[in-house]
Each structure stands twice: as structure tokens, then as C-alpha cells.
């Protein structure tokens, strides 16, 4: 809650006036508690789950023309029942565990110091820090991935996860509980190290859930924004971590491909990469009137 009554005691306070985010900001949290505020988080995780991933029920379920050479397993296809389904395991998740999760945690927003008050962050501010949490989330999240993926981890709590070879959008949050407990620590890291402004913590959880979403759209659209963003994975990277399955130990990265690269997780996939490109050129001489012999090639290879 804003220690101001007014936006001319608020404006008193900090030596001028304020910016129309500003006087936005004070008409909607000046009488909301900080705990409300960060409850927020519920109520965009909510949308962001039922929501951002409608466009790609859509184009799954009415394979609209020119959207089907996008599709990265193009031979796995979900009926609108599946996918309802998966939403439905996921919103009994929300309810049960993300929500109450939510409630339960804001000691620790208090702890580390997220602030509610005036003034706002610079853009410059909410950026620097956003592109932290990212990239703390991204490594820690990196190493907890590859322990899942041991036998123990994944048998008895990854495999949840896994059960969808091809994801969808909607399977992006789909996972044991104790999985979702346990990657809730990667995302408080980031803004644990570099604490800002409630609004600047609502972007980030957003935005890495909008992120999980597309990463696992089962899509690779050439026009997503993402494909300019510097070592950023996408859906086709991850969507080979999910077609390999339980016994990969390639493409443990959520956002970013670095850790990857560096500890060489990413072998599986660049095999594959290079075998495609070859078919895919041996293909091209066939047309032009050449020939070639291709042997069986294990694409699952780690």
C-alpha cells in the first residue's frame, strides 16, 4: 500500500510531478496491500494458461492451411478432447499447488525486498534486471533439469512431464507437483539477486511462462520474435529433448542454448541437425537429376 493520500502528496515526495505511469499506478495499488499486489500472480498465471495458448488449439485442431509445414512432428497429431484434457490436469494443478503456492509464499517477496512504491522503474531498469532473471533462472533451471533426467528424478517425478513426446502449449506447465515446487526455486533466484519493482516481478513471471508456452507449442513459426534473440532456444530445440524422452541427455536448457553448448548436452541434437541437413540436400540433388544412397540413421541418438 502507498504511504500517499493524494498524487500531490505523492508528486511532494519525490520533488515532481508524475509520470502518467506513475498517476496510473497510485489511482490502482495507492489503497491495495502489498500482499494483494503480489496475489496478482495468481490471476495472470491463470490467463496466461487458459489464454496464450488458444491460438495453437486452434491451428492443431483445424489445421489451417500453411500452418501444417510449421509443425515439428507433423505425424503426432492431439484431438481437441486431448488437449482439453491437458488443460484440465494442468488447471487441477493451478488450484492445488501453483495457486496455494502463491498465498503461502509472499514472506519471502518480503524478504528479499520487492517494492510496491512510487517512483516507477526506468525501462532501462526493468530490462537489466528481467534479462538477470532470465539468465539466473536459465542456468539454475539448467542443472535441475539434467538431475531429473537421472533415473531416480525421472522415474519418479520427471516422467510426468515426458508423457507428452510431441508437447502442445498447454503441456508446457503440465508436471508432478514436486517438480513444480522444485522449479519454483530458479524463478525467485533471479529477482532474490536483483530485487525490483512489483511490476518488474509481474513481467518476469509472465514473460518466462509465455516463453515455456511457445518453447513448447510444437511449432517453429520463422516470424516468432524469439528467432533474433542471441543463444535463445525455441520450440524446435526443445521439442527434440521431448521426442528423444526419458533417455536424453541432450537440450536441458529452458530459454537459453549456452550451458548446453558448454557442457556438451547438446551433442544429440546438432547430430541430428546435421543428418537433416544432409538428407534434406541429398533430397535436392535427387531432384536436380543426381543420386544418393542414405543408411538408416538413429535420429534419437544422444
Given amino acids: 500500500m502507498l504511504p500517499y493520500q493524494t498524487i500531490s502528496e505523492a508528486a511532494s515526495a519525490l520533488g515532481r510531478n508524475l509520470t502518467l505511469a506513475e498517476t496510473m499506478w497510485f489511482n490502482y495499488s495507492a489503497s491495495k496491500s502489498d500482499y494483494v499486489l503480489y496475489c496478482h500472480n495468481i490471476l495472470f498465471l491463470f490467463f496466461i494458461f487458459s489464454v496464450v495458448p488458444l491460438p495453437l488449439v486452434f491451428i492443431e485442431v483445424l489445421r489451417w492451411a500453411g500452418f501444417d509445414r510449421y509443425k515439428i512432428q507433423p505425424k503426432v497429431r492431439l484431438s481437441l478432447h486431448d488437449m482439453l484434457n491437458c488443460y484440465k490436469d494442468v488447471m487441477w494443478m493451478f488450484f492445488s499447488v501453483v495457486g496455494p503456492l502463491q498465498l503461502i509464499s509472499y514472506p519471502s517477496i518480503q524478504l528479499i525486498g520487492i517494492r510496491t512504491g512510487l517512483p516507477l522503474p526506468s525501462g532501462w531498469e526493468m530490462i537489466s534486471q528481467l534479462v538477470v532473471y532470465f539468465l539466473v533462472e536459465d542456468y539454475t533451471n539448467y542443472w535441475i533439469h539434467r538431475f531429473l533426467h537421472n533415473k531416480w528424478g525421472y522415474d519418479k517425478i520427471h516422467r510426468v512431464h515426458h508423457e507428452y513426446t510431441a508437447p502442445i502449449g498447454f503441456a508446457a506447465p503440465y508436471a508432478h507437483w514436486a517438480e513444480i515446487l522444485i522449479l519454483g526455486i530458479p524463478s525467485f533466484l533471479g529477482p532474490a ?3 525490483g519493482h ?22 517453429d513459426f520463422p516470424w516468432t520474435p524469439t528467432k533474433y534473440i542471441p543463444f535463445y532456444g525455441g520450440a524446435e530445440y526443445h521439442d527434440y529433448h521431448h521426442y528423444v524422452g526419458g533417455q536424453s541427455q541432450s537440450n536441458f536448457a529452458s530459454v537459453f542454448t549456452y550451458c548446453d553448448y558448454i557442457y556438451g548436452t547438446d551433442k544429440g541434437y546438432r547430430y ?3 543428418i537433416l541437413k544432409k538428407l534434406k540436400e541429398d533430397t535436392n540433388g535427387v531432384q536436380n537429376g543426381g543420386s544418393y544412397n542414405v543408411s538408416t540413421v538413429d535420429l534419437k541418438s544422444d
Fill in 193 to 195: 539477486m536483483a530485487p
Fill in 198 to 219: 512489483m511490476i518488474t516481478f509481474w513481467s518476469w513471471i509472465a514473460l518466462r511462462q509465455i516463453e515455456a508456452i511457445e518453447t513448447h507449442s510444437g511449432y
Fill in 272 to 274: 541430428q541437425k546435421k
